[in-house]
C-alpha cells in the first residue's frame, strides 16, 4: 500500500467517518447536514461535493444511484459506501492515532493516566 | 422551488456525470435553507452553490472525446444515404434541381473567373492606358477608340508624363505568301513601344527590337502554320503581295483574355508608307496606347491633353482622354460622355441568374421536406424518445441536404465538362473547366455548402422541434410558413412567366426583322470579292462577266450593300444649322448600281458614264435628305459632292435598326467586291461557274469567294437565334425548376388536406369534386403570378421595344399563349398529387385517429 493513497486530510477523514456511519443513508445532503451537525461548522456542499468525488478517486468509498423518488422531482440520489480499503485507512489511522496517544507523557496533557 | 434559470445554468454547466444527484441534493438543500432563511437567502446561496459547481470545461473535453460523436456522424451518413433512396421521387426532384441550379452556377462561375482575368497579365498594367475620344453630336456625345495618326508621335514629344506611347491598327485577311505557299492571316500593325509597355511572353528574339528592325513578330501557333518544324526566325514573308519582311520574334499565343491580341505584328512603318491620312489631325482610324510614369495624377493628365486635337483642328467637339487598361473590359462602355458599365453589368446579371436559380432549387428542397414533414416527425419523434439531443437532429437534416448537395455537385461537373464545348460554341465564349485551379473547386464547394445550408436550414430548424409525445400522439404541429412557400411559388412562377412571355415576343420579334422590306432585291444577287488586280482591271471584269448569258446587270462597291463602317461628321449642306450636325454613312459604288441591286430611285438618276461630272456626284438616301431638310435636294452640294440622285431607304446595318443617312459616291476603281444580278433559271450554276472562269483570267491568283446576299443577309440572324435559343433554354429552365416547386407545394397541401379530403368522400364528394378542390387550391400561387405578370409585362415589353426602331406590335395572343403554356404544364404537375389524395380510400387516412 503506498503512501500516497493511504494519506488523506483531515475534512477528507471527517467526510469517510461521517459516510461509513451513516451505512446506508450517506448521499450529499445527509453528510453535509450530518457534518454540520458533528462538527457546528458550516460546510459549504460543493466542499462535501468535491470531497466525495477526490475519495472515490482514492478508491475509499464507493457510489451507485438509488431509485427514483418523487420527493426530489424524479432526480436519483447518489449513494456512498465506505470500500474495505476506506475502513482499513480508517482503523490504520485510528492505529496510529492510538499509539501517538500513549507515548504522549500525561503531563503534557495536565490529566493523569487511568 | 429555486429560480429555472439556476437550474438551467446547472444543467448546461455542471459535471455531465453527476448532474442528476448534484441537481437532487441541492433541490433538497434549498428547501431545508427556505424553511431556516427564507426565500431570498436560500436563493442567494442556491446561486452560490451552483457557481462553484460549474465545469464549464470538463463538460466540453468529455465531449470532443466521445468516440459516440464519430459513430453518430457515420450512422447520419448512412441515415441520410437511406432516405434519400427510400423517397426516390422525391430525391430525384431535389437532385435535379439543385444540379440545375449549380450547373448554372459553376458555368456562371467559370465565365466570371475568366473576365476578372481579363488583362491581368500585363506587369504594367496598372500604368497602360488607351486613349480614347469624345465627340460631340447632335445626338449627344459618343465615345470611340479611334484617334489620329500623329497623336502618339504628340504624346511622346509633348507630355513629359507619358513613358511609352504606340500606335496599333488592326487588318483582316491579308494574303500572306510563304515559301511557295499561299495563306491569310490577321494581325496588327504596331510601333516596337507597344511590346515594352505589354507583357507578351516571347518564345525567341525580342519582340520590341523585331519591329524596330523592321521585322515581323508571330505568335507561336501561326508561326507553325507557316514554316511546321522549321526554325522561323529569319523566315521571309511576301504580306499583301506589297513588300516582304523577315521573322524577327515569335511570342507565346495571346490568351483570349486581352484587350489587345493579335497572331501577327507587322511594323507599323509598313502601314505608314501607304497610309498618307496618318498625318492628319481629322482623321481617327487608328489606336493609341499610352504607358505614364505616375498613373496616379491620371486626372492631371487628361486635364492636359483633353484638347491636344481641338487645338490642331477646327473641331472644336472633341476632347481626348487616356482610359485605364485595366478597366477597359469591364468598365469599358460610354453614354452620353460618361462611363456606363460595360461587361461588368452582365457578369452582375448572370450573377443573379446563378443567385436566382439556386434559391429557387433551396424553395424546392424546403417544400418537398415540409411536405414529408408528417412521416418525418415520427422519426424525429422516435429519435427524440432515444435519446438523441436537437441539436443532433439539426445536424442530421442539415447532413442529408447536404449530401444531396455534394451528389449534385458531383453530377453539376460533369454536365459542366460535357456542356462547355456547345456553350462556347453557343455564347461565343471559351471558357474551360480548370481542373488544376484550386479557386474553382473552392468556390464551388463553398457555393454548393451555402446551398445546402441554406436548403437545410428550414426542415433542419422546424422539424427539430417537434415534441415526441405530441407527435408519437399523432399531433403533428404543422409547421407555419405555408404563406411563405407560397409566396415563394408565386415568385418562380412570376419569373418563369415572364421569360416565357419575352420568349414569345423575341421570336414575333425575329419574324418581324427577318420580313422587313429591305428596300432591294436580294433574290438572284451575287457578289464575288475581288482582289487588288481584278479591283485595278474593274472595267475589264465588269464587261466580261456582262457577257456572260444569264448576267443581266453588273456594278461594284467598295464594301458590302449589307454595311458601312465608315461615316463622316461635320459635313457641309446648305442651310445647315449649326447644331444640326449628325454622321453620314458613307458608301462607294460602281456605275448601274441602282439597277442591279433593284434599289428604287425616288428623284433624280443613278450614276451614268455619259456624264463625266458624276466622278465628283453623290447620291442620297430619303432619310438623309429629310434630316438635312432638302427641299430641293437635286443639284445642290453636301460634303463637296453634288447629288444628282435621292435613293429609296434600304436597310443596312443593324437589320432592326435605324436606317442611318447615307451618302453613296461613285468609284471607279476603289472596288472590293462586284455584284451581280443573274437570271434565276436552270442554268444558274453555269452562270455562275462563268463568273469564276470570267474573274479567274483577269486576276488568276485570286481566291474566288462567291456568295448569295440574301445568304449572308441570313447569316446575320443566325447570331440571333443563337441567342433566341439561350432564352428559350433559360426560360425552359426556369419553367422546368418552378414546377418542380409546384410539385413540392402540391405534395404539401395534399399532405395537409388529406384529412379534409377523406372526410370530405365519407361524406359523399366525388373523385372529381375533391381534385377540383386540392387543384383550385394549388394553382393560385400560378393564377396570382399571371395576374401580377401580365400588366407587368406588357409595360416592360413595350418599353424594350420601343428601343428597337423595328419592331413588333404586342398583341393579345403573345399573353394568352404563355399563360396557357404555363397553367396547362402546372395542371399536369398538380394532377400527380390531386389524383393519389383523391384515389386514397379515406379509411386510410383515418385510421390514425
Known amino acids: ?114 | 422551488m429555486p429560480p429555472g434559470w439556476m437550474q438551467t445554468l446547472l444543467r448546461q454547466f455542471a459535471d455531465e456525470d453527476t448532474v442528476e444527484e448534484t441537481e437532487g441534493d441541492l433541490l433538497e438543500f434549498y428547501r431545508q435553507w427556505e424553511t431556516h432563511l427564507g426565500r431570498n437567502r436560500a436563493s442567494w446561496k442556491y446561486f452560490y452553490t451552483v457557481v462553484t459547481l460549474l465545469r464549464p470545461w470538463k463538460k466540453k473535453r468529455k465531449e470532443f472525446n466521445n468516440a459516440n460523436t464519430l459513430i453518430m456522424i457515420r450512422s447520419y451518413l448512412i441515415m441520410s444515404w437511406r432516405t434519400i433512396l427510400k423517397n426516390k421521387i422525391s430525391s430525384i426532384i431535389n437532385l435535379s434541381g439543385l444540379t440545375l441550379g449549380l450547373t448554372t452556377s459553376l458555368l456562371i462561375l467559370l465565365i466570371i473567373l475568366k473576365e476578372v482575368r481579363y488583362d491581368q497579365q500585363h506587369l504594367k498594367r496598372d500604368s497602360i492606358f488607351m486613349m480614347l475620344k469624345h465627340q460631340k453630336t447632335s445626338d449627344g456625345i459618343s465615345t470611340g477608340r479611334s484617334t489620329p495618326g500623329p497623336m502618339a508621335e504628340a504624346l511622346r514629344t509633348d507630355y513629359p508624363q507619358v513613358v511609352h506611347a504606340a500606335r496599333v491598327a488592326f487588318f483582316d485577311d491579308v494574303l500572306v505568301h510563304v515559301n511557295q505557299s499561299k495563306l491569310t492571316a490577321s494581325g496588327i500593325y504596331a510601333e516596337p513601344d507597344i511590346f515594352r509597355m505589354m507583357t507578351y511572353k516571347p518564345i525567341k528574339g525580342e519582340p520590341a527590337a523585331a519591329l524596330e528592325a523592321n521585322s515581323v513578330v508571330l505568335s507561336k501557333n501561326l508561326a507553325t502554320t507557316f514554316f511546321g518544324d522549321q526554325d522561323p526566325i529569319g523566315q521571309l514573308l511576301e504580306i499583301g503581295g506589297g513588300y516582304t519582311l523577315f521573322v524577327g520574334a515569335i511570342i507565346e499565343e495571346i490568351p483570349s483574355t486581352n484587350t489587345l491580341k493579335f497572331q501577327m505584328a507587322i511594323p507599323f512603318k509598313a502601314f505608314e508608307k501607304n497610309s498618307p491620312w496618318l498625318t492628319k489631325w481629322d482623321d481617327n482610324r487608328i489606336n493609341t496606347w499610352v504607358e505614364l510614369n505616375n498613373p496616379g495624377n491620371l486626372a492631371e493628365f487628361n486635364a492636359k491633353v483633353s484638347s491636344m486635337i481641338t487645338q490642331r483642328t477646327q473641331d472644336q467637339n472633341e476632347s481626348t482622354f487616356a482610359y485605364p487598361l485595366t478597366r477597359l473590359h469591364l468598365y469599358g462602355n460610354f453614354s452620353n460622355g460618361q462611363p456606363s458599365g460595360g461587361f461588368i453589368t452582365i457578369i452582375w446579371i448572370l450573377v443573379g441568374f446563378g443567385v436566382f436559380m439556386l434559391l429557387i432549387a433551396c424553395v424546392n428542397f424546403m417544400n418537398i421536406a415540409t411536405a414529408q414533414s408528417a412521416r418525418r416527425a415520427k422519426e424525429v419523434g422516435v429519435r427524440k424518445v432515444m435519446g438523441a439531443a436537437r441539436r443532433w437532429i439539426i445536424f442530421q437534416f442539415l447532413n442529408e441536404s447536404l449530401v444531396i448537395t455534394i451528389l449534385s455537385l458531383v453530377v453539376a461537373v460533369g454536365l459542366c465538362i460535357l456542356l462547355i464545348p456547345s456553350f462556347n460554341l453557343m455564347m461565343h465564349t471559351s471558357i474551360s473547366f480548370e481542373y488544376n485551379n484550386g479557386v474553382v473547386w473552392m468556390s464551388a464547394l463553398i457555393v454548393a455548402f451555402i446551398t445546402a445550408l441554406v436548403a437545410g436550414s428550414y426542415p433542419a430548424f422546424v422539424l427539430s422541434r417537434f415534441s415526441p409525445a405530441r407527435v408519437l400522439k399523432g399531433i403533428v404541429n404543422r409547421p407555419g410558413g405555408s404563406s411563405l412557400r407560397r409566396v415563394l411559388v408565386t415568385f418562380q412562377f412570376v419569373i418563369s412567366i415572364s421569360v416565357l412571355i419575352g420568349t414569345i415576343i423575341l421570336y414575333a420579334q425575329f419574324d418581324h426583322v427577318k420580313t422587313r422590306p429591305i428596300g432591294y432585291d436580294q433574290e438572284n444577287l451575287v457578289n464575288v470579292r475581288l482582289d487588288s488586280l481584278a479591283s485595278a482591271k474593274f472595267e475589264v471584269v465588269k464587261n466580261e462577266v456582262l457577257k456572260i448569258p444569264g448576267v443581266k446587270s453588273v456594278t461594284g462597291m467598295s464594301g458590302s450593300i449589307l454595311n458601312s463602317s465608315a461615316s463622316i461628321t461635320g459635313m457641309d449642306w446648305p442651310d445647315k444649322k449649326p447644331d444640326g450636325d449628325f454622321s453620314v454613312s458613307m458608301g462607294e459604288a460602281n456605275y448601274d448600281w441602282i439597277q442591279t441591286m433593284g434599289l428604287e430611285i425616288v428623284n433624280g438618276r443613278d450614276f451614268s458614264q455619259q456624264f463625266k461630272s458624276d466622278e465628283n456626284a453623290c447620291l442620297l438616301n430619303e432619310i438623309a435628305v429629310d434630316r438635312m431638310g432638302l427641299a430641293n435636294p437635286i443639284g445642290s452640294v453636301v460634303g463637296g459632292h453634288t447629288v444628282i440622285g435621292v435613293v429609296g431607304n434600304f436597310v443596312y446595318n443593324n437589320p432592326s435598326g435605324v436606317i442611318a443617312p447615307m451618302m453613296i459616291t461613285l468609284t471607279p476603281d476603289n472596288v472590293h467586291r462586284l455584284y451581280a444580278r443573274i437570271d434565276n433559271n436552270d442554268s444558274w450554276s453555269e452562270t455562275l461557274a462563268s463568273i469564276e472562269k470570267t474573274v479567274k483570267k483577269i486576276s488568276p491568283e485570286i481566291e474566288f469567294d462567291l456568295r448569295f446576299t440574301t445568304d449572308e443577309y441570313q447569316h446575320r440572324f443566325e447570331e440571333l437565334s443563337n441567342i433566341g435559343l439561350m432564352v428559350s433554354i433559360f426560360g425552359g429552365m426556369t419553367i422546368f425548376i418552378s414546377c418542380l416547386g409546384l410539385f413540392g407545394l402540391s405534395g404539401f397541401v395534399a399532405e395537409r388536406r388529406g384529412k379534409e379530403m377523406s372526410i370530405r368522400k365519407v361524406f359523399g364528394a366525388s373523385n372529381i369534386r375533391v381534385l377540383l378542390s386540392l387543384s383550385s387550391d394549388i394553382l393560385k400561387p400560378v393564377v396570382l403570378a399571371l395576374l401580377i405578370v401580365v400588366p407587368l409585362s406588357i409595360w416592360v415589353a413595350g418599353m424594350l421595344l420601343n428601343e428597337i426602331v423595328y419592331h413588333v406590335q404586342l398583341q393579345w395572343w403573345m399573353f394568352v399563349q404563355a399563360g396557357g403554356i404555363v397553367v396547362a404544364v402546372a395542371f399536369f404537375v398538380v394532377l400527380y398529387h390531386g389524383l393519389r389524395t383523391a384515389s386514397e380510400s379515406p379509411a386510410v387516412r383515418l385510421k390514425s385517429e
Open chain 1, 1 to 114: 500500500m503506498s503512501p500516497r493513497r493511504n494519506s488523506i486530510g483531515e475534512f477528507e477523514e471527517l467526510v469517510l467517518i461521517i459516510t461509513a456511519s451513516l451505512e446506508g443513508d450517506a448521499y450529499g445532503v445527509t453528510i453535509t447536514n450530518e457534518l454540520e451537525k458533528q462538527t457546528g461548522r458550516s460546510v459549504g456542499f460543493n466542499t462535501v461535493h468535491t470531497t466525495l468525488q477526490r475519495l472515490e478517486e482514492k478508491g475509499l468509498i464507493r457510489s451507485a444511484m438509488g431509485g427514483a423518488t418523487t420527493e426530489r422531482g424524479g432526480r436519483r440520489k447518489r449513494y456512498f459506501t465506505i470500500t474495505a480499503l476506506g475502513s482499513r485507512t480508517l482503523r490504520d489511522l485510528k492505529a496510529l492515532r492510538e499509539r501517538l496517544w500513549k507515548a504522549l507523557p500525561a503531563k503534557v496533557l495536565g490529566i493523569t493516566k487511568g
